[in-house]
Structure formats: C-alpha cells, structure tokens
C-alpha cells in the first residue's frame, strides 16, 4: 500500500456525511462576497452600489499575477461595498449583494450533458481559468492558472490528483468524485494539456474504497490517468507528502513541486477546471460538508459562494445548544471562526460544529521528552525543540533547526501526551523568523 | 630526603619563574587599549541592560558615547537627566537633554466597555493570538489582553489588571520602551511624563469608522473630529479616523476632554476640584472619565506619588 | 449558548496522554511481578509496597514543599520509578534501606532536577546504583530463587549467575568448570536465576516489552540496538576464545540485561528522541555493559552502562537529528 514514509497520523475518520449526496442549498437572501479570498492580492471591485449583476457575472477584476477574477454568485441588487468581518474578525473589503431571482448569464451552458471534446488549446485553456477565477478548493485557493503556466526549462511529469481528503470528518471532495466522476476526470484531461503532460495519477485513500471503484472503472476511458489508493494517514493531503506517497520524490526544502516535475491539483479544482472550460462557467459555487457529531443532519451541500454559514447550519437542522466551536475547513487545519455571519469562499471545503465538551484544550503538562512529536513529523523536525525555542524567544536556534519547512499540519499537537500546543509555538516561532527572514533579505 | 626536598622546591620555584616571565611578555604584546573613561561612564549607568537606549547593553552605550566624542542622539531613559548630567561632567560634554518619558496605554478596551464575544482558548501571548484573530471583544487594534507587554518589562512597572483585563504602568516605568516593541497591536506609545505628571491622551487608536468602533467597544474614538475642533493649540490630529493628541503641542488646556461623546480621551493626575463647572455636562464626563474610566491608573498613581513624597 | 471559543489548529487531539503511558508501563511490569513473587514470595510484595509507598511519599513531598508545582505524585511516573527501584532490589532487603534508596531516587534522581520530565538521569538506577555503592554486602546478597509452591524460602542466599562467573573466571577457572555451576539457559529465559526480583525471569521481561511496543509506549529501536550489540560483541569475544568469553546467549539472558534493555533504557524522559540517536545510545549502552562485565570490578554492568549514556543523551540530541524531509 503506498503511502508517504516519514511520520504522521491517524485521527479518528468521522466521515459523517459520506454517504449523504450533494444536495443544492436554497438561496440566501444576501451575499457577502469578499475581494480577497484567494492567496495573492486582493480583486478589485468593478461594479458599484446600485448594479445589478447576473449570475457569473464578473465583478471584482484579478489585481496582479498571483489574484483572480471574482463573479457574481446570484443575481440581484449591489447593496454596498464595504468592509466585512472575515472568519478571524478584521474587517476586510467585500462586495454585498441583494438576491432577487436566478438569472444567470446567457455564455454558461447549464445542461447537465458531458461534454469530453476538449476544444481549446493550451494558452487559451490557461487564460480560461484566469479568466473564469479558478483558484485551488483543496483549502489555500492558490489562483490555479499559475500552476500551468510552467516555466522554461521545467517539464511536468505528472499531474497528479488530490482525492486524499485525509482530513477528519470532511467528505466533500469524497461525494464530488462519486458524483461527479466523469467531470472531473475530463477536468483532469484539461490540466494535462494545459500542462503538456500525458500521465496523471489521482491518489484516493483507501478509507474510500467506492470512490476508488467508480473512478477505477471510469478511468479506464481516459488515456493516462491511473487512480491509486493510498493507505490512510493524515497529512497525506499536503502536496509534498502526496507526491512522495505517490511518485517516490521528495520535493527539497524551500521548492514548489515543478522542482520534482510534478503539479498537484484537488479533485474539486479539476471539476471546477471542466465547468470552466467546456461549460464556461466560472467559480461561483462549490460543495461544502457541514457536519459535527452534535448536529442533527450532516450532510454536502452545493452552495453558492458568499452565503453566510448561518444559512448552511440552519439546513443542517439548525446550531445545536452545545456547540463550543465553529471550525472552517477540517479539525487539524481548519480555522475556528469567531461566529456563524461569515460567508462561505472559495476555499471552505467544510463546516465543523464541535460541542464544548470537545472544543476546550486540555490541560497542559510538562514535556516528558517521549520523542512522540519527533517521530510523528512528516517533515522530520523536532517539534519539542522548535516550541520550546519559539517560548523562550531563542528566534535563531528556531531558524536553524528549519522551522521554515513546518508545514503546519498540527500532527504534534494532536499526538503529545502532554497537550502542549506544540504548534501554537510553532507557527509563533515561524511568523517570528520570517520577519526576521525578510528584513536580512531586505537589507 | 632533603635533597628531594630541594629538588621539588627548585624546579617548581623555576618554573614558576619562567611562566611568570612568559605570561609578563604575552600580557605586553597582546594587550588592548581602552578608553578608561567607558569605565567611568558605565559605573554611572543604571546598568539595568534593558536596551531602552537603542544599544545592547550599557557598556555598549557607554563605549558608544566615548566613541563619538559627543552626546547627540544618545539618551539613557532610565536614568533620565540626573545620569546623562553626570555623564556628560565624566565626558567634558554637553548633555542632550530630553524630557522624561512613560509608557501609555491606548486602550480602554476593558471587559466592561468591550464584552467578551469569544472565548480565547489558545498560548497567553499576545503575538499569537493576534495573529489568529481579532480578539475577544471584536475589535481588531484593542488590548488582547494576554500581557505580552508585562512579560517584557524589566522594572516591575506594568501590571494585569484582572478586573479590566488591560494592563496598567505605574511610576516605576523608565521608557525603556521594551514593552512598545513587545505589543504587536502597537497600542503602547511613550508619551511625556508632562508637568505635574499630568497627562491628556486619547486612550483608542482604533482606524475603523464610528458604527462598527461603537458596536465593539464603547469608549472608542470614532473620529467624529470634535476634539480636533476644539483645540486652541492645534494639538490634535486627524488621521484615519481616529484623533491624536501630540504632546510637545498639548498644552493640557483639557478642552478636549469633555468634548469627547465616547470619553476616549484620558486625562490623569489632574485634580478632581479644579473640574470645568460651566457645562453640566462637561462636569458629568470628566467625572466619569476620572472616576469610572480610569479608576485604577488614578488610585495607582496616587498612591505612587505619596510614595515618594 | 455558551461563547465560542478561538484557537489555532489542530482542534482535535489524540487519545495519548501521560497518565496513559505510564500506567501502560505499570501494565507491562506485572508479568515480571507476578514471577517475582512467585520465586520470592511475600517477601517480593513487600520489597514492591514500600519501595512504591515511599516513592509516591517523597514524590508528593518534594513536589508540595519543594517544586511547588501541579500535583504529580498520582500520574504513575513515581510507582513506575518505586517498582523498578524494587526490581533492582533483593528481596531480603531491609526496609529502611528501600526507603533510602526511593528517597535517593525521586529525590536526587528526579526532583532535584525539577521533577517529571526534567531529570537527566533514569531516578530508579540512580537509586540502585546509590544502594549498591553504599550497601554492598545487603545488595548482593541474593536469596535462591525457589518456587514458593516448595514451600517458603528461608535465609539461604547465593550469588548470581553473573557473580558466579566474574568469581570463577577470577579464579582462574576456565569457562567450561564455571558455566556448570550456574543453571541452564532454558531455566535462564523462564526463570528461577538468582538475582533481585526483576531480573529473574527474562520471559517476563519481554512479554512486558511486546505488550509495550503494541501500545507504542516504546519503540524498538533501543532495545533492539542494545541486544544486538551485546550478542555481536560479546560474541566476538566468544568466537576469538570460547575458553576465556562466555557464550553471548549467557550475557544476554543473564543479569539485569531485559530488566535493562526493555524498562531502563527505554524511559522517555532520559533517552534520546531521534531515531538514529536511540540506535547509537542502544550500542553504547551494550558495548559498555559488556565492557563493564568483562573487564570491570563489578560483575554485573547494566545500571552503570545506561546512567553513562543517560548522560551523553543531551549530546546525542544534539549530534543526531532526525531524517529531515527534502533535504538531502
């Protein structure tokens, strides 16, 4: 069974919803869209109070290389554009808008109908996704059209597909490749002609044994993609460990993954990538899982972007009375959110209710040096030392035990017999020396 | 026996000798001169090593000062103008003087005026919490009130108060200025101590507009530009919406204290009788600013100056 | 509804905890108890109760007077450390003396240096080792090992199998004479070897060492690393002149060797956290205890072996990192 070989996981799955298939939510009343919700530079706005926009409208322009294309999610009325509180409470530039209607544009093809003929070639399939603000769903929405655009000199060797989901509890991608198996396979076919490679491999693990069946059986009809099954550990989902897992290679220290020949796309972008392409539909809606051991209903939804997560709750059966925490995303990565106004972006793949009984820490001991950390690590620290340093503010020991290469996936934390917030100090440590990073470089 | 006596004595004794003779001559060629004078000069340091002087530690300062030849620029804040007199009579110089200085804290973001919304479940340090979120109250530039900057303090000169949740400085405070850099919401500024430790600032330096300043925190300033207005010293700046009180230009005249709509603006060690009486509602603010705003600092002080008188 | 509450990731923790490990490892000693009391019988349990007893007391003490820290003394670390202490002892021990040495173990071996976590040194070897240079005669003293179904055993005591040898190869005998006197290797792995209580059955030992490395408490690394080193070495010796080296196997199965290998080295707290760092303070600890038992004054050399690497353990941290990813 392949696998990545250096630490790692195995939180309990908590698949929940994995058998629940996507359901579309109802329209909210109002969306709250920000302008940043991707890595890079903010969009900028290009509709004003008053507008009336369509569905897939364009309405906040990509602001430089690294950004992306923002569209209208619903049709309706612009309220304002305003500052609105994002999922940690700053205030951040967003574009609200009225629902009245459904109206979308006339440009997407909304029949159900798969169409397999790729039409476009390379460049214009690169242009597409910049222009139909595709950004990566697996959780950092880095803008995707960056990744095919491959420097000279570099050849891709593989694409390779992230069905992983090793996160807990999120089952999105997981009913996205049951249900929309054909899709996104062509999807994948656009990335490997973007890419000008002819073998793609989409790694599942093997805590999804239908979903490898279905794409298995599918694939056969696709030249050059293989599906693979992994066996389940958690971070198995971070881009370096799944092309470790899957091709053998180690991307060095401080390197993107072209360096090893390899591009890393998730199961939602390459069906996103489809719509986009052969459809002409830009990203203005996505699946998100909303689950929780004390919710009533956890279920996958099909929402438009910009609906606050109160609306998905309340599909769910509503916010059960002990509910201690709100997370965004999955319980070792995601991002607990100060309250349930917060819209959903382009990059939330789940919403997590934890009951209070769980969401509290526990109490902290002292380190007994068990060296569990240590060999838990997918990238081969020592997080004990890299804490303790980051306490004590020894910025420079944190620096050269390469706290640079943490990849945050919180393994530490989750094992330490001792509840240390191992990674608390960690990312502390981590933000400390990239500043301290930057001003040497600046100088 | 006596032989080996003799023996023993003369060949240690000898060597002894020539060690000594060895160690006379490597001292002689390897030595290094110093200006006797940072000796002096840092004997005259309060040697706290806080850094507050833009140097590594007072030996540094001091071989900095004598390097230079002269006192521009450099200013030891804890030992204020009393050390850097003497200083300048080791140096034969002219002392730079400047005024002295303490911290203060533009927040009064406390538990009462800004509610908890959230529970904080994370490391007690502030620089890892704001960088997670905004903090309990809501307010993205308030107090997270996890005491990076008590920690950061040398001279036991601020403290957590647990009722308010913010901390306060007390006299003990050298404006050093560690805790300046250690607050990562910048909130902590040095201002000066003023005549009679008298001082006026505005205690928010929040940047969002009035409606959502308002709705995290109470005594926010909401930049409604009414202090600005009132200052016969062109004191007070406008910028992004919130005021702030330079005090090289304050001349604590206090007119803008009772303007204020969210009481923002602290005044302290002022006496209670001399209060404005014109305006009734005047008298109501500033009592409350003095009374039910800053309890703590006031109390904290006072007793502080009865210390030292 | 209460407030929500705000922290980093992750959000969830695993079931690990301290209190986990340790009673795991108290788990993993009761084989090796239970055939101690079987060979020593009452005797066992109350060289085992007080060195428990005391070691929970001044764990207690020391933590409330001295750290003034969280309450410790309930997490288990201090029985661990007390029925190891009592592994280490001979079952005629008076009881003051188990209580000198549980007072020199958690005491100087552990709180003196700040308490659980912090120590450098194993504190039940520190205790032992203590006993054994400042009562010589009662340490070494071993009453027989004898089933108590054959009735209780009285005051008859014996050297073990490792003195036997150190005396006899002394002597001048050759290994053959000497290795007659001492009982076989079959007796050796079940049990019944003279010695103190933990050291009597190797068996047992192990059994506690599998159940270990099943709940992942240890690894397999340093006890593995130890073992092999101490068969490779010592074998070579055997194989230069069978007639002057013992058989590795005797080594191996004799002594506080699985005592030491599977319980002593492997505590968290002293022993090194890479993988490469186990693996060589596993070696040095193997070639130091042969080291010891061949050449040293004192025939049995585990307890120094290991309290020399626990030493060196900071060094190793430091010298042997983990495998780092993407940096080769």
Request: neutral net charge; charged residues 20%.
């Amino acid at each position: 069974m392949q696998t990545f070989k250096l630490g790692g996981v195995h939180p309990p799955e908590n698949k929940l919803s994995a058998e629940e298939v996507v359901e579309t939510l109802a329209l909210p009343k109002q969306v709250i869209v920000p302008l940043g919700q991707h890595l890079g530079a903010p969009a900028t706005a290009v509709v004003n109070r008053g507008d009336e926009v369509k569905v897939g409208q364009l309405i906040a322009k990509s602001s430089g290389f690294i950004s992306a294309n923002i569209h209208s999610p619903v049709s309706g009325k612009v309220f304002k554009i305003d500052d609105v509180y994002d999922a940690s409470g700053f205030r951040k530039p967003s574009i609200i808008i009225n629902v009245a209607g459904d109206e979308w544009l006339e440009s997407i093809d909304r029949s159900e109908d798969i169409c397999a003929d790729i039409k476009l070639n390379q460049k214009e399939i690169v242009d597409k996704l910049n222009e139909m603000g595709i950004v990566g769903l697996g959780g950092a929405a880095f803008p995707s059209y960056v990744k095919l655009m491959v420097p000279d000199g570099k050849k891709v060797d593989y694409l390779l597909i992230n069905g992983v989901e090793c996160e807990p509890y999120l089952t999105s991608d997981h009913r996205l490749m049951m249900e929309k198996g054909e899709e996104m396979l062509i999807g994948a076919t656009i990335l490997m002609k973007g890419l000008n490679t002819n073998k793609a491999m989409i790694g599942i693990e093997n805590n999804k044994p239908d979903a490898i069946e279905h794409l298995t059986r599918l694939a056969t009809k696709y030249k050059g993609i293989s599906v693979h099954s992994l066996k389940v550990k958690y971070p198995q989902g971070g881009e370096k460990q799944l092309i470790k897992a899957l091709t053998g290679r180690e991307v060095p220290s401080g390197k993107l993954p072209l360096e090893v020949g390899c591009v890393v796309n998730n199961v939602g972008t390459a069906f996103a990538v489809y719509e986009a392409v052969q459809k002409n539909k830009p990203l203005f809606e996505r699946v998100v899982t909303i689950t929780g051991k004390s919710i009533k209903k956890p279920s996958n939804f099909l929402v438009r972007i910009g609906t606050p997560i109160k609306e998905l709750i309340e599909a769910a059966n509503g916010i059960p009375e002990n509910t201690g925490k709100i997370i965004s995303g999955g319980p070792m990565m995601g991002k607990a959110v100060l309250n349930d106004d917060i819209p959903v972006v382009k990059g939330t793949s789940g919403i997590l209710l934890m009951p209070d009984t769980e969401a509290k820490r526990r109490e902290i001991n002292t380190c007994i040096r068990c060296s569990k950390c240590v060999s838990v690590c997918p990238m081969g620290l020592e997080p004990f030392l890299l804490s303790k340093a980051s306490m004590l503010a020894k910025f420079d020991i944190v620096e050269k035990e390469l706290v640079m290469d943490c990849i945050e996936c919180g393994s530490c934390s989750y094992t330490c017999p001792s509840n240390i917030p191992l990674l608390d100090y960690i990312r502390l440590g981590k933000n400390k020396v990239g500043q301290i990073i930057r001003n040497r470089n600046q100088k | 026996m006596n032989e080996v006596l003799i023996y023993a004595v003369g060949s240690l004794g000898a060597i002894g000798i020539v060690a000594a003779v060895i160690l006379f001559f490597v001292a002689q060629k390897f030595k290094v001169y110093e200006d006797p004078r940072i000796d002096e000069v840092e004997e005259a340091l309060p040697s706290a090593n806080c850094g507050g002087c833009g140097y590594a530690g007072c030996r540094a300062f001091a071989e900095g000062m004598v390097k230079a030849g002269n006192m521009e620029g450099f200013n030891c804040p804890v030992g204020g103008a009393d050390v850097m007199q003497q200083v300048a009579s080791i140096l034969g110089l002219v002392a730079d003087v400047t005024e002295p200085m303490i911290a203060v804290i533009r927040c009064n973001g406390s538990l009462l005026n800004s509610p908890k919304k959230v529970e904080y479940d994370g490391i007690a340090t502030c620089a890892s919490a704001s960088v997670l979120y905004a903090g309990d109250g809501g307010c993205s530039f308030g107090c997270l009130g996890l005491a990076d900057c008590v920690v950061s303090c040398d001279f036991d000169a601020i403290h957590m108060n647990p009722e308010t949740g913010l901390p306060e400085v007390n006299n003990n405070c050298t404006a050093c200025g560690a805790c300046v850099k250690a607050c990562p919401r910048d909130i902590i500024e040095l201002r000066n101590v003023g005549k009679k430790e008298r001082r006026i600032f505005v205690s928010c330096i929040n940047e969002e507009k009035g409606a959502p300043a308002k709705k995290n925190c109470t005594v926010a300033c909401i930049g409604c530009s009414k202090c600005f207005n009132v200052c016969p010293f062109e004191a007070i700046e406008m910028k992004n919406n919130r005021a702030y009180i330079d005090y090289d230009k304050c001349k604590l005249c206090r007119k803008c204290v009772p303007v204020c709509p969210t009481d923002a603006i602290h005044e302290i060690n002022f006496p209670l009788k001399k209060l404005i009486v014109k305006e009734e509602k005047a008298v109501e603010t500033s009592a409350e600013t003095v009374s039910a705003k800053t309890p703590a600092t006031e109390k904290q002080d006072e007793v502080n100056k009865t210390e030292e008188s | 509804m209460s407030l929500l509450s705000i922290s980093a990731s992750p959000h969830v923790h695993g079931d690990n905890s301290v209190k986990k490990i340790m009673w795991g490892v108290i788990y993993a000693m009761v084989p090796a108890m239970l055939v101690s009391i079987y060979y020593f019988g009452l005797d066992a349990v109350r060289v085992t109760l007080i060195a428990v007893a005391a070691s929970i007391f001044f764990e207690w003490l020391f933590q409330k007077y001295l750290i003034k820290g969280a309450d410790t003394y309930m997490d288990g670390s201090a029985v661990i450390t007390g029925v190891l202490l009592a592994f280490n002892l001979p079952s005629n021990l008076p009881w003051w003396i188990i209580v000198i040495g549980a007072l020199v173990a958690i005491g100087m071996g552990k709180m003196s240096f700040g308490g659980i976590g912090k120590n450098i040194f194993n504190p039940a070897l520190v205790g032992r080792v203590f006993l054994l240079i400042s009562f010589p005669v009662q340490m070494t003293s071993w009453p027989k090992a004898s089933p108590i179904i054959n009735g209780i055993t009285d005051a008859i005591t014996g050297p073990t199998p490792l003195g036997i040898v150190k005396e006899g190869l002394d002597a001048g005998m050759t290994v053959e004479q000497v290795m007659a006197q001492v009982p076989s290797f079959m007796q050796q792995f079940v049990g019944g070897i003279g010695g103190s209580l933990g050291e009597v059955s190797a068996l047992a030992l192990l059994l506690g060492g599998f159940y270990m490395l099943w709940k992942k408490i240890i690894t397999w690394e340093i006890p593995v690393s130890i073992l092999l080193t101490v068969v490779i070495f010592s074998g070579i010796f055997w194989l230069i002149d069978p007639t002057q080296y013992v058989n590795p196997m005797f080594h191996l199965l004799t002594g506080g060797m699985m005592l030491g290998a599977v319980f002593m080295a492997t505590d968290m707290v002293s022993s090194p956290m890479s993988r490469n760092g186990q693996l060589v303070y596993g070696v040095g600890i193997g070639l130091l205890t042969i080291i010891i038992r061949m050449w040293g004054a004192y025939p049995e050399g585990m307890s120094f072996a290991i309290l020399l690497m626990n030493a060196a353990t900071p060094l190793l941290n430091i010298t042997f990192k983990p495998k780092r990813f993407g940096r080769n």
